[in-house]
């Protein structure tokens, strides 16, 4: 039981009913979780609001209520509290109930379109190579040193970021690496978090049926910085046209990475292969096992970090060398017949031209990119065409296909990526609503040489259709394809 009062500290109030000076068990912002004698947040939500389940969290017991708007009722012995915003007001308790976990490690934020699983991941692996207990917040999972928890968001819900800092304390980790989405910053998820630095890795085309323009999704991101204190560091990406403007307002020490401007951290691609590149960082070179410009930039990033953090710069080099690839991202194999198969969380159009650039600069004759893809349900639809035009264009083969349809047809989904596909591609395209229907064509069409990519889902174990989540695992059905083709 902690003391309501306590749990309160730092939240703004707008109106009180009732005594704060009453013990409560937890904190809740979902009507159907509460029992005796928790505290309800009601949340205006999308879908839903909250303040409609407040009688409901009332019947099960709770001793308080906190809200935007006060209820015309109010039932004796429970306690009101009105706040402006019930997304900040819930991120500042649950970091209060947990006993401000964020402050006793150093918590890194990573943001920016594509890159933040593969930072925050390699960040991860690097330091527990360095010797150090590390946590990890990421779209794949949560690591609480060695210990792995499932996670349903990038960012997860502020209760579950501190609850999960919270046994990260209790473990006695040090550094933990963290996502944080836009729709996180937007609902404010990662709110009264301390942070020790923050990464902006890239910004382009995604998430425009959520912020609905570009520039309200960039000044998103940008908040992380904002919030940063003058003793944490922001590190952003020079090359990218957005890097500076994250910085603009931030109190942090400012650095930045880039591969084509000078930067506090410069590094240069001196060769690359299909199992690695070479890299010039700081003077000294470096093998790394992951491929492409934009790894080129994931690995400078956390150069960066690393030495900002104080680990030594040789020991850096060393441990990146050891990095291998981030599950489903550029996970590869080669057949029998040396057809190599690549699958890739690309979903996004910067994500999917820049897997495709990389394919492409790896040919070395006349074999063909044969490209499966598709776009998920209930997501940005505007990126549909534009991922449909890159990918018919930048491949010899593209197989249109469903990723998690989710509420939407997926017939539909695939006709709006098929209008993105220009006239003179028309003839390289097929479009095959079954996902392992398109990764077997994909393997029979596929000749010795050839490389296949299969983008969208990377480390997904599902495909979802109407809230329904069936097994599907790209890596594991391209596998089985070739394999059962004998190729
Ligand atoms: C669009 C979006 O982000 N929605 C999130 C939001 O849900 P919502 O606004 O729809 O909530 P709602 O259903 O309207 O409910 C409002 C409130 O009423 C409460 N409620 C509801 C019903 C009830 O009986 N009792 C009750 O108390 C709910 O608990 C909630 O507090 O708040 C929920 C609780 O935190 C989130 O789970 C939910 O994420 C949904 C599932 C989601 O799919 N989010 C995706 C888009 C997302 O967040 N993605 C980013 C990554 C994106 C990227 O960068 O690629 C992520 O960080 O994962
Ligand atoms: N720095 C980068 N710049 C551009 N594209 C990248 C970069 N890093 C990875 N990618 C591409 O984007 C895909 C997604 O990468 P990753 O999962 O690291 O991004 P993310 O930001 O975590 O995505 P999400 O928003 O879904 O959590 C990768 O599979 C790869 O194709
Ligand atoms: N974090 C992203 C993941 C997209 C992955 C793709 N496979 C899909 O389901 O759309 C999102 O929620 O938009
Ligand atoms: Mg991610």
């Known amino acids: ?6 749990i309160l500290y730092g939240v703004s109030l707008t109106a009180v009913t009732g005594d704060t000076n009453v013990m409560v068990n937890n904190v809740h912002f979902d009507s159907r979780k509460v029992e005796m004698d928790d505290v309800f947040v009601a949340i205006k939500g999308l879908i839903t609001d909250g303040h409609k389940y407040v009688q409901k969290a009332i019947d099960s017991g709770v001793k308080a209520i906190v809200c935007e708007v006060m209820p015309e009722l109010v039932v004796n012995g429970i306690t009101y509290l009105q706040v402006d915003n019930g997304n900040k007001a819930l991120a500042i308790m649950a970091s209060n109930f947990y006993e401000t976990p964020s402050k006793n490690l150093k918590l890194v934020g990573v943001t920016g379109t594509n890159g933040k699983t593969t930072v925050t991941s390699l960040l991860y692996s690097l330091f527990k190579k360095a010797g150090y207990k590390v946590g990890l917040i990421s779209t794949i999972k949560i ?3 060695d210990k792995e928890y499932k996670t349903t968001h990038t960012t997860p819900d502020a209760l579950a970021i501190n609850y999960h800092l919270h046994l990260m304390n209790e473990a006695g980790v040090e550094f ?3 996502e944080v989405s836009s729709h996180g910053i937007h609902q404010k998820r990662a709110e009264g978090l301390k942070f020790e630095g923050a990464i902006f890795t890239n910004l382009s085309h995604d998430h425009l049926d959520y912020h609905k ?3 309200e999704y960039r000044d998103t991101k940008k908040k992380l910085f904002d919030g940063l204190s003058k003793s944490a560091f922001a590190l952003t990406n020079l090359d990218d046209k957005n890097g500076m403007v994250m910085l603009q307002n931030t109190k942090a020490k400012k650095y930045t990475y880039a591969l084509k401007s000078f930067s506090d951290y410069r590094g240069q691609i001196l060769e690359h292969q299909l199992d690695g590149q070479l890299l010039k960082i700081d003077d000294n070179e470096l093998w790394s096992k992951l491929i492409g410009d934009f790894n080129a930039y994931n690995i400078l990033a956390i150069y960066a970090t690393a030495d900002l953090l104080g680990l030594e710069k040789l020991e850096i080099l060393k441990l990146i060398s050891e990095l291998d690839n981030v599950d489903g991202r550029f996970q590869y194999f080669i057949s029998k017949e040396k057809i190599t198969a690549i699958v890739d969380y690309a979903h996004t159009p910067d994500a999917l031209k820049n897997v495709l650039i990389t394919i492409n600069a790896l040919r070395t004759g006349n074999e063909n990119v044969i490209t499966v893809v598709g776009c998920g349900g209930d997501r940005d639809k505007s990126k549909r065409p534009v991922m449909g035009h890159i990918a018919s264009d930048m491949s010899n083969q593209a197989i249109f296909t469903s990723d998690n349809p989710r509420t939407e047809s997926p017939e539909k989904i695939i006709e709006e990526i098929e209008a993105g596909v220009e006239p003179q591609n028309a003839k390289k395209t ?4 079954n996902r392992k229907q398109a ?3 994909a393997c029979k069409l596929a000749m010795a040489n050839d490389i296949i990519l299969v983008a969208g889902k990377g480390h997904e ?4 259709t109407n809230g329904k989540r069936v097994d599907f695992d790209d890596f594991k059905e391209v596998k089985a394809a070739l394999h059962d083709l004998n190729k």
């Open 1 to 6: 039981m902690k003391l309501l009062k306590d």
């Open 176 to 178: 933990c690496f963290m």
């Open 439 to 441: 990764i077997k064509t």
């Open 430 to 433: 097929l479009s095959i609503e």
């Open 461 to 464: 174990t599902y495909q979802e």
């Open 143 to 145: 690591m609480v040193d």
């Open 213 to 215: 323009t570009f520039a």
